[in-house]
């Protein structure tokens, strides 16, 4: 506790100030990601409240904020409306298929924190990553794009005329004061969103412009207002959903879904975060917070959420980077919802699209377009191919996608530099040197080194300069050995690593005949005991 004090207090202007403007930032973003869900705004912004303050406090990455999210919101809509089929007109068993999701999406997300799969995190590819960054920042800016459109009878149309032009003018203007107000030397550590925000708003409401706000937000999407009371747990659920095994069938691969996409977009914007601040933070601890998050959400009546990277941006630039700043945003979220409804509805969308447009231009990694014709043709495409599924579908597709095709790859590439040196010693025996890892990619070029229809009596294998990789590896050895000695040849290997010695032995035990263990090559030793090598160096 002592720690997360010292932490805290040293840098509390910046956490306080960048946590009301994340705060603000929320508002809009949680209630249209509960509007395209099919449920109730304050579903979405008590997701927000619950989420982003539990994560503040025993996530692993300060600094990051969390809450209810588009890519959770798209999945979550035939969920709402395949749980709504179910039950009678009215009755509303959609929501509370929802909650019981969320619990478990919770639970599947602890058990990955317990397992320890945030580790896994560290396998995703630098191109997958510029990927997701770039993706992410086009569906953030196409997300924004539905603020320049007004509902006219029931129907959503872009604006038009002065309307246009008023919200292009105050979005601009946003974007001026926070591109301007850093480059000012007394202004600088400003937090120039909030400023911006501030100052667009009351330009608005003192000249009385006729824009959308947040009120008009909310009330257009067939909310009643921000104006809600304290979450209390929603007991109704344990009442509506029946706990049974059609309901366990129903609801666990939309929460094995959510679980995914919401732990892969928290770690991928956890190590983005990670970058920017050059801090690191704990993969499995986030996995952790962001499932009791859920558990807790889903029991309260939230629609669940993730690690949004465009609100943690926000709070990165404006200076946040400890645990306070989370907690600011969630508990001002939550003072905004119980008391200041009145006045954050009065906030105008130009203001925060404003914002969103800056968080776009700082997300995007513009440097990907530099080094276009400077990296493989495979780590371009891998980067035009996340980005577009992740524009396209969602980003648990895409990363998935380009970590699969990463791997393939690599697997490839691997898989032809396998090599082998053939020598003849003075005592007839034939020698293979190979060069190369062994593995499942490329045990068929390894096979094919060898004659052993025309080879000598005598056959000698040296691994020395080889790693043998995998299970498909030491059963391409034991084939090939098998191979010989029908042929009625001998054959020696040499220099194995030791995990593939007891394999082979513990296969056949006759490979202890055909295995040299006395080997005096220090190459040997480096390569079958680096850790030991490497302790003994530093002892040293």
Excluded at 184 to 196: Q, R
Excluded at 283 to 312: K, P
Excluded at 434 to 442: A, E, N, Q, R, V
Aim: with cysteine; aromatic share 10%.
């Amino acid at each position: 506790m002592t720690e997360f004090i010292k932490k805290s207090v040293s840098n509390v202007r910046n956490d306080v100030l960048s946590g009301i403007t994340v705060a603000l930032a929320l508002v809009p973003e949680a209630v249209a990601f509960a509007f395209v869900a099919g449920v109730d705004p304050l579903v979405g912004l008590y997701a927000a409240f619950m989420v982003g303050l539990i994560t503040s406090v025993f996530g692993g990455r300060p600094g990051m904020i969390s809450g209810a999210t588009g890519a959770l919101a798209v999945v979550m809509v035939s969920l709402v409306s395949e749980g709504n089929a179910m039950g009678t007109p009215g009755e509303n068993l959609g929501l509370y298929y929802l909650f019981a999701t969320v619990i478990l999406m919770g639970i599947i997300q602890m058990l990955a924190g317990v397992l320890k799969l945030g580790k896994f995190v560290r396998l995703i590819p630098h191109p997958v990553m510029m990927g997701f960054v770039n993706g992410l920042a086009i569906v953030i800016f196409l997300s924004q794009l539905g603020m320049f459109k007004e509902t006219v009878d029931g129907n959503k149309q872009w604006l038009q005329g002065s309307q246009l032009y008023l919200m292009i003018g105050l979005v601009g203007l946003t974007m001026l004061i926070m591109w301007g107000l850093p480059k000012i030397k007394a202004a600088k550590k400003l937090p120039e969103a909030l400023i911006a925000i501030l100052v667009v708003s009351f330009l608005a409401i003192s000249m009385n412009f006729d824009v959308a706000t947040v009120g008009s937000f909310i009330r257009d999407g067939g909310g009643e207002g921000l104006k809600g009371g304290f979450p209390v747990p929603n007991l109704e659920t344990f009442s509506k959903v029946p706990f049974t095994w059609a309901t366990i069938k129903f609801i666990f691969p939309y929460a094995l879904i959510l679980a995914a996409i919401g732990l892969i977009e928290s770690l991928m914007t956890l190590n983005l975060i990670d970058d920017l601040t050059e801090t690191r933070g704990n993969g499995n601890r986030e996995c952790m917070a962001q499932g009791g998050a859920n558990i807790v959400t889903g029991l309260f009546g939230g629609m669940g959420g993730c690690a949004m990277i465009g609100q943690s941006i926000i709070n990165i630039k404006g200076g946040g980077r400890g645990r306070l700043s989370g907690i600011v945003a969630a508990v001002m979220l939550l003072m905004f919802i119980l008391f200041g409804s009145s006045y954050i509805e009065q906030v105008p969308i130009a203001a925060l699209v404003g914002v969103m447009f800056m968080v776009v231009i700082g997300t995007f990694a513009w440097s990907s377009f530099r080094i276009m014709n400077k990296i493989p043709r495979a780590d371009l495409f891998v980067l035009i191919l996340v980005s577009s599924l992740t524009v396209l579908f969602d980003l648990a597709i895409a990363v998935i996608a380009g970590v699969i095709f990463s791997a393939l790859v690599f697997s490839w590439e691997n898989a032809t530099r396998i090599r082998a040196r053939k020598r003849m010693r003075e005592d007839g025996t034939k020698t293979y040197e190979i060069w190369g890892p062994l593995f499942f990619g490329s045990i068929t070029t390894f096979l094919d080194k060898f004659d052993v229809k025309n080879d000598p009596d005598s056959i000698e294998i040296d691994f020395v300069e080889s790693r043998v990789s995998d299970h498909s590896a030491v059963e391409a050895i034991f084939n090939l050995v098998e191979k010989y000695e029908v042929a009625g040849k001998t054959i020696h290997l040499k220099h194995l690593s030791e995990e593939c010695k007891m394999l082979l032995y513990k296969s056949n035990p006759k490979f202890r005949d055909v295995i040299v263990e006395a080997v005096d090559d220090p190459r040997y030793h480096l390569a079958a005991n680096p850790e030991k090598f490497t302790k003994g160096l530093f002892e040293k």
